[in-house]
């Protein structure tokens, strides 16, 4: 791509998309033409705390699949995922509800499982979130974190 322009303009394809008041289903099909030829097919639906996606992948013949299921509350998030590739070429992100302040968007290649917890709770300005992430491909994988936050009163204000 030229500099300053996106190098995914040339993904050609697009979505559709249904809501009512308390769900949401959705499908989108895009494709990459050049060097890569690829293709990937998203399907997702969400329904009061549940969200539930489905996403295929293929790419110079190789293929990738992941399913996910997701529950939130407002003090809980629970999350799990299969996923299968067959090498990194077809790896499939998925972004992760993560600690406050933070973004996780993994790559995910191989074959396994993946899944995490979240947790947090509000008392008087303070916040304690917690959350474990456990992935199961070759090896079994576990990570931790917990975080306190404090914020009282006005913030930057000279």
């Given at each position: 791509?030229?500099?300053?322009?996106?190098?995914?303009?040339?993904?050609?394809?697009?979505?559709?998309?249904?809501?009512?008041?308390?769900?949401?289903?959705?499908?989108?099909?895009?494709?990459?033409?050049?060097?890569?030829?690829?293709?990937?097919?998203?399907?997702?639906?969400?329904?009061?705390?549940?969200?539930?996606?489905?996403?295929?992948?293929?790419?110079?013949?190789?293929?990738?699949?992941?399913?996910?299921?997701?529950?939130?509350?407002?003090?809980?998030?629970?999350?799990?995922?299969?996923?299968?590739?067959?090498?990194?070429?077809?790896?499939?992100?998925?972004?992760?509800?993560?600690?406050?302040?933070?973004?996780?968007?993994?790559?995910?290649?191989?074959?396994?499982?993946?899944?995490?917890?979240?947790?947090?709770?509000?008392?008087?300005?303070?916040?304690?979130?917690?959350?474990?992430?456990?992935?199961?491909?070759?090896?079994?994988?576990?990570y931790g974190g917990v975080q306190f936050d404090w914020a009282h009163g006005e913030i930057d204000k000279h």
């Open positions: 791509a030229e500099p300053g322009t996106s190098g995914m303009q040339n993904e050609l394809g697009g979505g559709v998309d249904g809501r009512g008041r308390r769900w949401r289903v959705y499908a989108e099909i895009y494709r990459r033409p050049q060097r890569e030829r690829s293709q990937r097919w998203r399907l997702g639906a969400d329904r009061a705390g549940w969200r539930w996606r489905g996403e295929i992948q293929r790419s110079r013949g190789e293929w990738g699949a992941l399913g996910s299921a997701r529950y939130r509350r407002r003090w809980l998030v629970l999350h799990i995922s299969r996923f299968r590739t067959d090498s990194y070429a077809t790896r499939m992100y998925e972004c992760e509800a993560d600690l406050p302040e933070t973004v996780s968007i993994r790559p995910l290649y191989g074959s396994g499982w993946r899944g995490y917890a979240q947790v947090s709770c509000r008392w008087q300005g303070w916040t304690l979130s917690g959350r474990y992430r456990l992935q199961w491909d070759r090896r079994i994988r576990r």
